[in-house]
């Protein structure tokens, strides 16, 4: 936002962004995902439950199912100029804002889950 004016390509940058960093969320799962057997032999490092692991396949269904819809509000704005200024009241901004608020609870619980996973399957 520059001047009060929302442009579309701002909130193309920061769909591109919150892409991003779910991909890299999801890769971050398959990376423990692998860890998990890899130690399955392991004397001294248990390996995630079922339950866990139930967890983690439940949040990259969401993580993908957030992607989606972010490519979907990106493929409506290509029908408009690119800079196209609208308003906070307008309802791509609205729309804008509800993914923004999802981007931030998905990050949050990503981050919460993982930071103990990468702590269980550690040395």
Do not use: C
């Not at 591109?16 to 969320?25: S, T, Y």
């Not at 999801?26 to 866990?52: A, C, G, M, P, S």
């Not at 993908?64 to 972010?70: E, P, V, Y």
């Not at 309802?91 to 889950?113: G, P, T």
């Amino acid at each position: 936002m520059k001047g009060g004016k929302i442009n579309m390509v701002d909130l193309d940058f920061e769909y591109k962004m919150w892409k991003n960093r779910l991909d890299l969320f999801v890769k971050e799962i398959k990376i423990l995902k692998d860890r998990n057997e890899e130690v399955k032999d392991e004397q001294f490092i248990d390996e995630l439950n079922t339950v866990e692991l139930m967890v983690l396949d439940e949040h990259t269904e969401q993580l993908k199912k957030l992607i989606n819809r972010i490519k979907v509000q990106e493929d409506e704005l290509r029908f408009y100029n690119k800079d196209f200024p609208i308003t906070k009241a307008h309802q791509y901004f609205k729309d804008h804002e509800a993914l923004r608020d999802k981007m931030n609870d998905i990050s949050k619980i990503h981050f919460y889950r993982v930071s103990d996973l990468i702590s269980a399957l550690g040395i």
